[in-house]
Structures are given as C-alpha cells and as structure tokens.
C-alpha cells in the first residue's frame, strides 16, 4: 500500500518520525544526515525516490538554524533525486512569532522561511498550530495547517468535572482558547492586559474556587503562563493546569513550571523534551504520532483533511 511513499526523518525529532512510521506501518526513509568536518550539513538519500510522494518530517525547534538549513539541505537533494512530490513536515514552526512589520524596520522573519522551503522545492507544508493563522498566505504552495489542540482535548476530556473554566493569556490566543472551551462545553476568561493592567494584568471572568486550564500555542521562557498563573490564583482559582502545543521551554523555564503552583503542564511531542523537562513531574507528553499519520495518509491518496477537524 506505502511502495511509493517514504518518509525521511530530520535529526531535530527522529522519535516523532518513528511513532509516525510505527503508525504507518513503514519504515523511516534510509539517508546519510550528518555534517562534514567543517560544520557544513551533510545530506546523502540512500534509496531510490524518483517518481515517490516523499515526506521530510523536522522540526525548526532550537537550535533553530541549524535544524531549518538542514530541512532546506533534506528537501534539494529529494528534489534532485526526482521525487514525485516533496512534503515538508513541520510540527513546530520556527520563526513564527515573527510574523508580522509590528514596529520601523524588523524583518518578517516568517515570510523569509516560507520562501525559503519553496525555493528550496518543497511542494506542500504540513504544519501544527501556526503562531498566527495568517502565516499560511506567506506561502505560495499548499499549506495544511492542524490543530495539536485537538490532542490536547482528547487527553484532558476524561478528568473534566465541568465547572472548569479555560484561559487565553492575551488576545492573540483568544480564538484558540475559545474553540477549546466549545468543544468542551466550559466557560471561557480573558486576561487584561489595558491601562494599569499592563504590568499587573487581571483575569477577566469568574475563576474564584474553579479548576483553571490555560491554553497557549507555545511555551518558551514561561513568563506568559507563569503571569496568568498568578492572576488566576490572586483571582480565587482552586487550581491551575496548562496546555501548551509546542513545547520550546528554553532558558529556567522548566524551574519556574517546577517551582510554580501549576499543578501540571500538558504539552505534544512537536518538540521533544529534554532531558530536564522529562525529569519534571509536572511535565506530561500527549503524542500528535497518530494526527500525522493519518493526515500523511490522506494528503497521499487525495483525501480531505478538513474532515479531520470538522468540529472545528
């Protein structure tokens, strides 16, 4: 059924690319990706591809050049084997955050990775839970865009008693937050960030003696969920839980989560963890595996991937 789909696994998260291919039932694509003595990366595809729908699945997570020019290097050489058809699997989209001219002369860094993979020959991008849903227009290629939410619902929908209430923690995560709180039929607070707010922001909705979820595309250095924690508990809240997508928790972010009153942060496996994280008894990993395998299934034999997600 798979002879003429092979999926190739970047160094940024090879343990996502075999849950994957345990899902598919396949094995990962064969090929030499190293780097020669001089740092330069090193890419050598060891089976045949031509006329294959091949799939490279990396993650532009730190370290972030490395990991995107090596998805750039992975994708010429598929293009100059003559694969049918080049579909760059990208769990966490870095250079996200960057995504739009917000102040006089600052790049849209976003823009430049999405020409980036077209020029390089990518022919389809398969992403989760973009920074904005407006980087998708950057690209001139077709661009499918999943919710890894979805997995995160499925994970907490079993220990929801159903006076929860879930938290955006600013405006750009209003619509996600909202979406998650229908399909699960709770209650939905904004933080408030206006006037004297700005550094002493509040929460908007009643949270006072209520199990707090907050919902965020990503954690990186934690301040944002560690702030809205906060407010929650100056608030009354009974307990805070959180639920982030894209796991990037850099610099002490994983002592604060540690330290903090958070009673527990779900996060994908669209970053993998590092060996810190993995200790932290806070930290629990839900696996989108089986999201990706059955979207890769779909895209390679023509069938809709909207269907997937229609409740949304």
Request: glycine fraction near 8%.
């Given at each position: 059924?798979?002879?003429?789909?092979?999926?190739?696994?970047?160094?940024?998260?090879?343990?996502?690319?075999?849950?994957?291919?345990?899902?598919?039932?396949?094995?990962?694509?064969?090929?030499?990706?190293?780097?020669?003595?001089?740092?330069?990366?090193?890419?050598?595809?060891?089976?045949?591809?031509?006329?294959?729908?091949?799939?490279?699945?990396?993650?532009?997570?730190?370290p972030v050049n490395e990991?995107?020019?090596?998805?750039?290097?992975?994708?010429?050489?598929?293009?100059?084997?003559?694969?049918?058809?080049?579909?760059?699997?990208?769990?966490?989209?870095?250079?996200?955050?960057?995504?739009?001219?917000?102040?006089?002369?600052?790049?849209?860094?976003a823009k430049v990775v999405?020409?980036?993979?077209?020029v390089a020959g990518a022919?389809?991008?398969?992403?989760?839970?973009?920074?904005?849903?407006?980087?998708?227009?950057?690209?001139?290629?077709?661009?499918?865009?999943?919710?890894?939410?979805?997995?995160?619902?499925?994970?907490?929908?079993?220990?929801?008693?159903?006076?929860?209430?879930?938290?955006?923690?600013?405006?750009?995560?209003?619509?996600?937050?909202?979406?998650?709180?229908?399909?699960?039929?709770?209650?939905?607070?904004?933080?408030?960030?206006?006037?004297?707010?700005?550094?002493?922001?509040?929460?908007?909705?009643?949270?006072?003696?209520?199990?707090?979820?907050?919902?965020?595309?990503?954690?990186?250095?934690?301040?944002?969920?560690?702030?809205?924690?906060?407010?929650?508990?100056?608030?009354?809240?009974?307990?805070?839980?959180?639920?982030?997508?894209?796991?990037?928790?850099?610099?002490?972010?994983?002592?604060?989560?540690?330290?903090?009153?958070?009673?527990?942060?779900?996060?994908?496996?669209?970053?993998?963890?590092?060996?810190?994280?993995?200790?932290?008894?806070?930290?629990?990993?839900?696996?989108?595996?089986?999201?990706?395998?059955?979207?890769?299934?779909?895209?390679?034999?023509?069938?809709?991937?909207?269907?997937?997600?229609?409740?949304?």
């Open positions: 059924m798979w002879s003429r789909l092979t999926l190739f696994a970047g160094n940024s998260n090879t343990a996502l690319t075999q849950k994957v291919c345990s899902q598919l039932q396949i094995g990962t694509g064969k090929a030499l990706i190293g780097r020669f003595s001089d740092g330069e990366i090193r890419v050598e595809i060891a089976e045949n591809v031509r006329g294959k729908d091949t799939y490279v699945l990396q993650s532009t997570c730190p990991n995107l020019m090596e998805l750039l290097v992975i994708i010429d050489a598929l293009k100059r084997a003559s694969a049918r058809r080049i579909n760059a699997i990208i769990p966490y989209y870095g250079y996200g955050r960057q995504d739009q001219k917000d102040k006089p002369r600052v790049p849209i860094a999405a020409d980036l993979l077209t022919d389809r991008v398969i992403t989760i839970d973009l920074h904005s849903d407006q980087i998708q227009g950057f690209f001139h290629i077709p661009v499918e865009h999943l919710f890894g939410t979805t997995a995160l619902l499925e994970a907490i929908r079993g220990d929801l008693e159903g006076d929860e209430i879930i938290v955006a923690p600013d405006a750009g995560g209003t619509e996600r937050s909202r979406i998650f709180a229908a399909r699960l039929k709770l209650d939905l607070a904004l933080m408030d960030y206006r006037g004297e707010t700005d550094t002493h922001p509040e929460i908007v909705g009643r949270v006072k003696g209520r199990k707090v979820i907050i919902l965020d595309d990503l954690i990186d250095s934690g301040q944002t969920v560690l702030r809205t924690a906060n407010a929650a508990f100056e608030a009354g809240a009974g307990s805070v839980e959180v639920c982030v997508v894209h796991p990037v928790l850099s610099g002490a972010s994983v002592e604060g989560i540690a330290e903090s009153a958070i009673a527990r942060l779900l996060v994908t496996d669209t970053i993998p963890l590092s060996e810190k994280a993995k200790a932290c008894e806070k930290i629990h990993e839900v696996s989108i595996a089986p999201m990706l395998a059955e979207v890769i299934k779909r895209v390679h034999f023509e069938e809709s991937i909207s269907s997937i997600f229609k409740e949304y």
